[in-house]
Structure formats: structure tokens, C-alpha cells
């Protein structure tokens, strides 16, 4: 599986994004899906994931209740929407794909996108 993120840019507080993690394969829809973040000078962090069906979906706390991820099997695309954005989530996004089920820590993903930049300014 590869994977291809997008949607990063800069955005004022407050505002609002859209990260998209398109990938290839065809088996894509039998993975576990998820988004970290690494913002400078500081180490990755979970973000969000969802299961290989969309029914199941886990938040970091810092996000829960702004970003929602979601995913679209028939494009073999998941995304991100990130609203009520603050400066501390600056970073660049990363999605990634796990075959084990409900996997949240970096090590149980198996396939990792390049990563995409949030800048959220003050």
C-alpha cells in the first residue's frame, strides 16, 4: 500500500482544514487507517484512526470534539477534517495504514504516507 497525503497548508486560528490520504492498492479497505503528527522539536503523536470499515474511529484527546476522520473505501481515500484549528496544531500530518485492528501507537502501522504541513497562525 502507498500512500499519498494532502490538503496541508496555512490557516489562521479558528479556522478550518481538510487532509486527504489517498492510497493505492487493493486492499486498502482491510486496513486500520491513521493520522499523527510531529511538530517541531517534538515527538510523533497519534492524531486519529479509523477501522478498515469507518464504524469505529478514536480521537487523541487534545482533537476529540474538532477533527473528524472518515474514510471513503471506493476511492480508497481517508480524510481528516480539522476544524476550530489552534496554533498548537501546527505540524505536519501524516496518515498511515495498519493491518492490526484498532491500532493506535506508531509501531502497529505498517505503511506510512509522506507527510503534508499545518500551519495554524496566531
Known amino acids: 500500500v502507498q500512500l499519498q497525503a494532502s490538503g496541508g497548508g496555512l490557516v489562521q486560528a479558528g479556522g478550518s482544514l481538510r487532509l486527504s490520504c489517498a492510497a493505492s492498492g487493493r486492499t486498502f479497505s482491510s486496513y486500520t487507517t491513521g493520522w499523527f503528527r510531529q511538530a517541531p522539536g517534538k515527538e510523533r503523536e497519534f492524531v486519529a484512526r479509523i477501522s478498515w470499515g469507518g464504524g469505529s474511529t478514536y480521537y487523541a484527546d487534545p482533537v476529540k470534539g474538532r477533527f473528524t476522520i472518515s474514510r471513503d473505501n471506493a476511492k480508497s481515500t481517508v480524510y481528516l477534517q480539522m476544524n476550530s484549528l489552534k496554533p498548537e496544531d501546527t505540524a505536519v500530518y501524516y496518515c498511515?495504514?495498519?493491518?492490526?485492528?484498532?491500532?493506535?501507537?506508531?509501531?502497529?502501522?505498517?505503511?506510512w504516507g509522506q507527510g503534508t504541513l499545518v500551519t495554524v497562525s496566531s
Open positions: 498511515a495504514a495498519a493491518w492490526k485492528a484498532l491500532a493506535r501507537t506508531g509501531d502497529e502501522y505498517d505503511y
